[in-house]
């Protein structure tokens, strides 16, 4: 059984920063698309990040573009995101996943099959 456990949120103050990991067991995770997501109360799940850990390609949403970055260890099957600058917007359930991709890009939704249980990521003002 596929099984992806996030760790690494907690409460920060705004400008501070924080490194989320993402460890991956039972799949092929040397050729997958390892997506960061996050959803914040009352908001749809959105895409942050994401890398394709074939070649290292790297995709960011607008709103954390230089902020934060998207890594991998394919010896540790670990995907890793730094978060840098944080912001009180960027409070949210943060959830890793892995697929094979989808034509609707890496940053969907849709490219993902597996999905991690969440960790959380507070900023405060």
């Known amino acids: 059984q596929v099984q992806l456990v996030e760790s690494g949120g907690g409460s920060v103050q705004a400008g501070g920063s924080l490194r989320l990991s993402c460890v991956v067991s039972r799949y092929p995770f040397a050729t997958a698309y390892m997506g960061w997501f996050r959803q914040a109360p009352g908001k749809e799940r959105e895409g942050v990040a994401a890398?394709?850990?074939?070649?290292?390609?790297?995709s960011y949403a607008d709103s954390v573009k230089g902020r934060f970055t998207i890594s991998h260890d394919n010896a540790r099957n670990t995907v890793y995101l730094q978060m840098i600058s944080l912001k009180p917007e960027d409070t949210a359930m943060y959830y890793c996943?892995?697929?094979?991709?989808?034509?609707?890009?890496?940053?969907?939704?849709?490219?993902?099959?597996?999905w991690g249980q969440g960790t959380l990521v507070n900023v405060s003002s």
């Open positions: 890398i394709y850990t074939g070649s290292g390609s790297t």
């Open positions: 996943a892995a697929g094979s991709g989808s034509w609707s890009g890496p940053l969907s939704q849709r490219a993902y099959d597996y």
